[in-house]
């Protein structure tokens, strides 16, 4: 599936995106009609790390969902973007 594909298939099925892959961003920007996106902008991190960063900011990410469109993922901090 292209990148636009799979834009259409989360907004038309009212599903959130999560992504590494800069060009949702740039979607998000562009459109007028999105989905949810969580961009996580971070290296590639082992088993290990993946782990420990999700049990450290999964429910700050999920909280933050319910009144964001667009969060940013970094190693150390969860931006909210729109």
Excluded at 24 to 30: A, E, G, K, R, S
Excluded at 52 to 65: E, M, P, Q, R
Excluded at 66 to 75: C, G, L, M, V, W
């Amino acid at each position: 599936m292209t990148d636009k594909e799979i834009w259409n298939y989360a907004l038309a099925n009212n599903l959130i995106l999560l992504t590494k892959d800069t060009d949702f961003y740039d979607l998000f920007l562009l459109s007028d009609n999105y989905p949810k996106v969580i961009y996580f902008k971070f290296g590639n991190l082992t088993l290990d790390e993946m782990h420990g960063y999700f049990k450290k900011f999964w429910s700050v990410i999920t909280n933050k969902l319910s009144t964001a469109s667009f969060i940013i993922a970094y190693k150390d901090k969860i931006i909210v973007i729109r």
